[in-house]
């Protein structure tokens, strides 16, 4: 089975995630990245290599971090220990010092149980497959074991907070003042520095979700769990709510009558203020096939071209990429602007809808007006062959429900990648007609790819 999944290695931590694992996954990280040539330009001057290491609050963190950074400086590396951060702020830093390469420990939205390992490179950019393999054949190599001065040293990076904030609030086109939010940061790595920003942004700031105790990280709070974020902002009178995942690298909203702003609406408004802007590169979004319908139908109107990829962000990246487009995401809240940042930043993404916001003095829900959501129904079929969804009376079932939908609706079907189960999607713009032919796919799935 391979060790990396579609975000780095991940699992139950002290079961399949153990201490060890992460050590020895530290020092064939070393073999790999640590050789490259801005490495051997820092040994050439008498240094060495230099990573940076950060992590989510949750209890194991504490002792994966630790053994990330003792299999790095056994090998030869520096380690900066920028301690409880987001994601996108590990991958700022990253290349803001410029890092050789870093990790970031944590398990993104998922129980406090959970924990993961990921990398980026020199850059603060995500590891492509190729590389991934090397480190994974790495780990049945010989180590790195230089010996006296040649020991990596592990030392606080002290003003890798300061330096992540700073980095956002100059990105921002428009100040916050006037606006009053109430900020979710899912008891997870956003809890410190995230009211923090939004006050010097200009914002006044309401926290729930900002305790945490190595255990409570999204636990009924976060992006995944917005009923707390949507009475908050009714109760407080707010302008908007505005919710983070466990490393902060996801964001949602809810406007100022407690309705839910998701990614594709988010992405939404941001591509026509970029485009209106001119930073909107080549006019051009890229998002998922699950986004809505409604973006699709938003962004034509706005004389916006969008792009479609798999489902996964590191997908999503991969695209902006190749065509260097500024804006990408997900119907999830994984928002990448990619003039800023080389991955998803829930508190980037949250200072600029707030922006834009502040900058046409309008409420949230003007602003999502741009977009109709269309309804989406999703039935996940479990317990059936998910290699045969290709098979003929699946694929006849689906040219029937798409010709019944003409052109107010569509379908997806997806076969999970780790389970046999297949994700039947359907759209339409009458939310009883997409159940119902949600659940008439879902019949004949069931029926056809039975084990």
Request: aromatic residues 2%; proline residues 3%; contains cysteine.
């Amino acid at each position: 089975m391979a060790l990396f999944g579609t975000d780095g290695v991940r699992g139950l931590a002290n079961g399949p995630l153990t201490a060890d694992l992460a050590l020895s996954l530290a020092q064939a990280t070393a073999v790999v990245l640590g050789q490259g040539r801005s490495a051997e330009a820092r040994r050439a001057a008498g240094k060495r290599p230099t990573a940076v290491v950060a992590r989510d609050p949750r209890i194991s963190g504490e002792f994966l971090a630790a053994a990330v950074a003792a299999g790095l400086a056994s090998s030869g590396v520096d380690v900066l220990d920028a301690g409880v951060l987001p994601t996108p702020a590990a991958a700022f830093l990253i290349g803001d010092i410029d890092a050789d390469f870093g990790v970031m420990v944590s398990a993104s939205h998922n129980p406090a149980p959970d924990n993961g390992i990921k990398i980026f490179a020199r850059g603060g950019v995500k590891l492509p497959d190729a590389v991934e393999q090397r480190i994974e054949f790495a780990l049945a190599g010989p180590k790195l074991q230089p010996t006296g001065a040649e020991v990596g040293r592990i030392r606080r990076f002290a003003d890798a907070e300061d330096r992540y904030v700073v980095h956002l609030l100059q990105s921002l086109p428009h100040r916050l003042d006037g606006l009053h939010v109430v900020l979710d940061c899912a008891h997870g790595a956003a809890a410190g520095v995230s009211p923090e920003t939004f006050r010097d942004a200009g914002a006044r700031v309401t926290v729930i979700g900002a305790d945490p105790d190595g255990l409570n990280i999204n636990d009924g709070v976060g992006s995944t769990h917005l009923d707390h974020l949507t009475a908050e902002v009714l109760r407080a009178g707010a302008d908007l709510g505005i919710a983070h995942d466990g490393d902060a690298d996801r964001c949602l909203a809810v406007d100022a009558a407690g309705r839910v702003i998701d990614g594709d609406q988010i992405m939404a408004i941001l591509a026509v203020s970029m485009r209106d802007r001119g930073v909107l590169r080549d006019d051009t979004l890229v998002a998922t096939v699950m986004s809505n319908l409604g973006l699709h139908r938003a962004m034509a109107a706005n004389g916006i071209r969008v792009l479609q990829t798999a489902v996964g962000d590191r997908y999503v990246l991969e695209e902006m990429n190749a065509g260097g487009y500024a804006l990408g995401g997900e119907q999830s809240g994984h928002v990448i602007m990619s003039d800023f940042a080389t991955t998803g930043d829930g508190l980037l993404t949250g200072l600029h809808l707030m922006s834009e916001m502040a900058r046409q003095q309008r409420s949230l829900a003007e602003l999502a007006a741009v977009m109709t959501v269309f309804p989406q129904v999703l039935i996940n079929v479990k317990g059936v062959d998910r290699t045969r969804v290709a098979d003929p009376g699946v694929a006849e079932a689906v040219a029937e429900a798409e010709a019944e939908l003409a052109s107010s609706g569509r379908v997806l079907l997806r076969a999970s990648g780790t389970e046999q189960l297949v994700r039947v999607m359907v759209e339409a713009e009458d939310a009883q007609q997409a159940q119902r032919i949600a659940e008439r796919l879902a019949g004949v799935v069931r029926e056809r790819l039975a084990l």
